[in-house]
């Protein structure tokens, strides 16, 4: 390499860093406020007062062989994040065996009980030797906390409904009800489902949609549901798919791309949609995974503003934005 390819690099790099300390950009390193990248993969975020909370897998290359961890951050932009704690750090709960799976934490606020309350997908070998699958259990399992970055403890795991369920996601109404969305393949499908008042169970099925689709992430915008999941293509990426209705009970149009199929959502994964609600606009945020599953640790984000309205939705090719979380309002520069 010559010494002046050399120079371009090393400043490309620092303007990249600078660029991204104001910014989000998708599919770049996130560094938190200690300088290592954000481990929350597959998260979710709950707003508390004027404080923004990203939960996820946290998969650093330090953790130790046998745990699992839930990575736990805090920002007021979205964009700066304050790693705060490793909510979980567990072995294997509930006699599951060392081959466990622990996937896409979500956590909710319970104002009547005041506990935090985590879902996540909980999986592992059925068979008693550890063989097989690693994902023949298909369970939620359910975590409580008394604080929202404190160390959560694991209350009991089940499958909800009584049906098998893998990738899991959150939904909060905009009346505060709480929903846990979760595929389940027999039913060839997905369903959202009420959560007890309570939230430590999974109350009443609200809607099964028949699709084949995971990585479920739902809206309420503009008096639409619009929901996204992906196909089910293991770690790979592909074409991420939307449908709307005007209640949750649906009936859900059709299902269609949320951007160019030939692009597979660029290299994402849907996990949750974030609203911003500001004081000139309301801003829907695309919250993917872009999974490294040889390198988990080094998974990224692509996290994109959507276009959203009248039923429509599409996900922007990604490019380096910013958000002014006062008036909700997103940039492209
Ligand atoms: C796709 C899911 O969305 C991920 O959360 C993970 O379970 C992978 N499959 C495992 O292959």
Same mark, same amino acid.
């Given at each position: 390499?010559?010494?002046?390819?050399? %120079? %371009? =690099?090393? =400043?490309?790099?620092? =303007?990249?860093?600078?660029?991204?300390?104001?910014?989000?950009?998708?599919?770049?390193? !996130?560094?938190?406020?200690?300088?290592?990248? %954000?481990?929350?993969?597959?998260?979710?975020?709950?707003?508390?007062?004027?404080?923004?909370?990203?939960?996820?897998? #946290?998969?650093?290359? &330090?953790?130790?062989?046998?745990?699992?961890?839930?990575?736990?951050?805090?920002?007021?932009? /979205?964009?700066?994040?304050?790693?705060?704690?490793?909510?979980?750090?567990?072995?294997?709960?509930?006699?599951?065996?060392?081959?466990?799976?622990?996937?896409?934490?979500?956590?909710?606020?319970?104002?009547?009980?005041?506990?935090?309350?985590?879902?996540?997908? /909980?999986?592992?070998?059925?068979?008693? $030797?550890?063989?097989?699958?690693?994902?023949? =259990?298909?369970?939620?399992?359910?975590?409580?906390?008394?604080?929202?970055?404190?160390?959560?403890?694991?209350?009991?795991?089940?499958?909800?409904?009584?049906?098998?369920?893998?990738?899991?996601?959150?939904?909060?109404?905009?009346?505060?009800?709480?929903? @846990?969305?979760?595929?389940?393949?027999?039913?060839?499908?997905?369903?959202?489902?009420?959560?007890?008042?309570?939230? @430590?169970?999974?109350?009443? &099925?609200?809607?099964?949609?028949?699709?084949?689709? &995971?990585?479920?992430? /739902?809206?309420?915008? $503009?008096?639409?549901?619009?929901?996204?999941?992906?196909?089910?293509?293991?770690?790979?990426?592909?074409?991420?798919?939307?449908?709307?209705?005007?209640?949750?009970?649906?009936? !859900?149009?059709?299902?269609?791309?949320?951007?160019?199929?030939?692009?597979?959502? #660029?290299?994402?994964?849907?996990?949750?949609? %974030?609203?911003?609600?500001?004081?000139?606009?309301?801003?829907?945020?695309?919250?993917?995974?872009?999974?490294?599953?040889?390198?988990? !640790?080094?998974?990224?984000?692509?996290?994109?503003?959507? &276009?959203?309205?009248?039923?429509?939705? !599409?996900?922007?090719?990604?490019?380096?934005?910013?958000?002014?979380?006062?008036?909700?309002?997103?940039?492209?520069?």
């Amino acid at each position: 390499m010559t010494r002046n390819l050399v %120079v %371009v =690099l090393l =400043l490309g790099g620092a =303007l990249m860093q600078q660029t991204c300390a104001a910014m989000v950009c998708p599919g770049e390193i !996130w560094p938190d406020d200690h300088g290592k990248h %954000v481990q929350a993969h597959g998260g979710d975020i709950l707003k508390l007062g004027d404080t923004y909370y990203w939960f996820g897998e #946290y998969r650093s290359q &330090e953790n130790v062989r046998g745990k699992r961890y839930v990575g736990c951050y805090a920002s007021k932009d /979205l964009v700066n994040w304050q790693f705060r704690n490793e909510v979980i750090k567990s072995d294997a709960p509930f006699g599951i065996g060392p081959r466990w799976v622990l996937e896409r934490p979500k956590v909710f606020y319970n104002k009547k009980t005041k506990k935090f309350v985590m879902y996540m997908h /909980l999986d592992g070998p059925t068979n008693p $030797d550890g063989g097989g699958s690693g994902y023949a =259990l298909a369970q939620v399992g359910v975590a409580t906390c008394d604080t929202v970055d404190g160390d959560y403890t694991f209350v009991h795991n089940f499958r909800p409904l009584g049906q098998e369920s893998r990738d899991i996601g959150q939904f909060i109404d905009d009346d505060g009800s709480a929903y @846990l969305i979760f595929e389940s393949r027999p039913t060839k499908g997905f369903f959202i489902a009420k959560l007890s008042e309570d939230y @430590l169970d999974v109350e009443k &099925e609200v809607c099964f949609i028949r699709a084949p689709l &995971e990585g479920g992430a /739902l809206v309420h915008y $503009d008096g639409l549901y619009y929901l996204i999941g992906s196909y089910m293509t293991g770690w790979a990426p592909n074409a991420n798919q939307y449908a709307t209705a005007s209640r949750l009970e649906g009936p !859900w149009s059709k299902f269609k791309d949320i951007a160019l199929p030939e692009a597979k959502t #660029y290299g994402s994964q849907s996990s949750m949609l %974030v609203k911003v609600v500001g004081s000139k606009k309301t801003s829907v945020i695309f919250m993917g995974d872009i999974w490294k599953p040889r390198t988990q !640790w080094d998974s990224r984000y692509l996290w994109m503003p959507l &276009e959203i309205g009248g039923g429509k939705l !599409w996900l922007p090719e990604p490019k380096p934005w910013t958000i002014d979380i006062q008036t909700g309002e997103t940039s492209i520069p």
